[in-house]
């Protein structure tokens, strides 16, 4: 895969961080059920000034389950010479403010190669893992599948409710969480940098109070020995990415409005663009059914 795909994802595994953690609360429904609350985020990424990548997330959080859901692609000329659509979904419980995912699946589509991965989080440490088409050996990749998961191991896209819970419920966002996505096994760790006024940007359409973020992660296995040199995300980086997170609505919880990450010669920028709310009531959520195929 040429180096240019791995810089695509490291900037959407950003995005992916960035954009499930806000919600928007729904009016009130029947009393018997409180409403979920719902939001759509839209992400631009640019690099160099152009725009590269364009990344829709959706959320529900019902008051006891979740479900995320992304959906990006390659765009401009990057997208014209190399087409990358990825699809994620992840579903899961919450009990009492403690997450435990269910269910995660990716679906990605490089120059017509088609690839799916659907994990399935069993409890212990045990997990189900379904590929299509089945990996073939790679002496590339450093490490095999873990035969057990770290407890609470999480998803990617639930990976970024822990860290809105962290930085709603302590006022700072600093954590680290295991995380496998059925090919990976890393740790990402999140940490508190300042708090800081944003001037105006031409890629933000939001200018005022924020909190920085930064995002590091520690390579257990999975990963590809060529790529060693692209560690960008390595704890230690001198220019980890970053995303500054905010309180856009006052019946909002802070929501990422920028967010940068630098390559070996370009940044890339996520704008944040207007949120589109889609108020609903528990019964007519989306249903939170996403079985094996």
């Given at each position: ?32 059920a409180p409403p979920a609350r719902v ?180 390579r257990i296995s999975g990963f590809r ?59 007519s959520a989306k249903p939170l059914s996403?079985?094996?195929?």
């Amino acid at each position: 895969m040429p180096r240019l795909t791995g810089r695509l994802a490291c900037s959407c595994i950003g995005l992916a961080i960035a954009g499930a953690v806000g919600l928007s609360s729904g009016p009130a429904g029947a009393a018997e059920a409180p409403p979920a609350r719902v939001i759509d985020l839209t992400y631009d990424v640019y690099l160099g000034g152009l725009h590269i990548f364009t990344f829709d997330v959706d959320m529900v959080l019902q008051p006891d389950r979740y479900r995320v859901t992304a959906e990006g692609g390659t765009r401009g000329v990057i997208g014209w010479l190399y087409t990358w659509n990825v699809k994620l979904a992840a579903e899961g419980l919450d009990r009492n403010g403690r997450i435990e995912p269910h269910r995660y699946v990716a679906e990605s589509n490089w120059q017509n190669e088609q690839r799916t991965v659907q994990l399935g989080f069993a409890g212990g440490g045990r997990y189900e893992l379904q590929q299509d088409p089945p990996p073939e050996p790679d002496p590339d990749i450093e490490g095999g599948l873990p035969e057990t998961l770290p407890e609470g191991t999480v998803d990617p896209l639930t990976f970024a409710l822990a860290a809105s819970r962290a930085l709603e419920e302590n006022g700072h966002c600093n954590q680290t969480v295991p995380v496998f996505d059925g090919r990976r096994r890393f740790d990402l760790t999140v940490k508190h940098v300042d708090e800081t006024t944003l001037p105006p940007n031409g890629y933000s359409i939001y200018q005022g109070p924020a909190v920085r973020c930064s995002f590091s992660m520690e390579r257990i296995s999975g990963f590809r020995k060529s790529w060693r040199s692209s560690r960008q995300w390595d704890a230690g980086s001198s220019s980890p990415p970053m995303v500054w997170v905010a309180s856009i609505r006052q019946d909002l919880p802070p929501v990422p409005v920028r967010a940068r990450a630098s390559g070996h010669s370009a940044s890339s920028r996520q704008r944040f663009s207007p949120i589109t709310n889609r108020r609903t009531g528990a019964s007519s959520a989306k249903p939170l059914s996403m079985p094996f195929r």
